[in-house]
């Protein structure tokens, strides 16, 4: 049986099942990472900008997200859907985010020929 816990969510990706029945996920279209209570109530847990697309949670707690830097949607009748890269696209990047207080570090970022660690 499925049960729907939230709607409206824009291009959601990556889910992370916490202990207390939550569950984080980025939104790709906000720019975002939202976490959703077993009763349904939802809060942004971190505000990323670019592309989050991918989500994991570490050995230390901390989420990992995989940021595409960016892309550029369009919304019609059959939905939502990409159509590009955006004017403000801001590169590639790995951040580590402290799901306690939401604060955002990037580790590395992409130099066109893979990625820099910082």
């Given at each position: 049986?499925?049960?729907?816990?939230?709607?409206?969510?824009?291009f959601p990706e990556g889910p992370v099942a916490f202990a207390d029945g939550?569950?984080?996920?980025?939104?790709?279209?906000?720019?975002?990472?939202t976490?959703?209570?077993?009763?349904?109530?939802?809060?942004?847990l971190a505000r990323l900008g670019g592309g989050p697309n991918g989500l994991a949670q570490g050995p230390d707690g901390a989420l990992y997200v995989t940021?595409?830097?960016g892309l550029a949607f369009h919304e019609d009748a059959q939905g939502l859907r990409v159509v590009g890269q955006?004017?403000?696209y801001s590169g590639g990047?790995?951040?580590?985010v402290d799901p306690s207080d939401g604060?955002?570090?990037k580790?590395?970022?992409?130099t066109g020929s893979g990625f820099n660690l910082r």
């Open positions: 049986m499925l049960t729907e816990m939230a709607r409206g969510l824009r939550s569950v984080a996920f980025v939104e790709i279209e906000r720019g975002i990472i976490r959703i209570a077993a009763d349904g109530t939802s809060i942004v940021n595409n830097g955006p004017d403000d990047r790995i951040e580590r604060s955002v570090a580790l590395a970022t992409s």
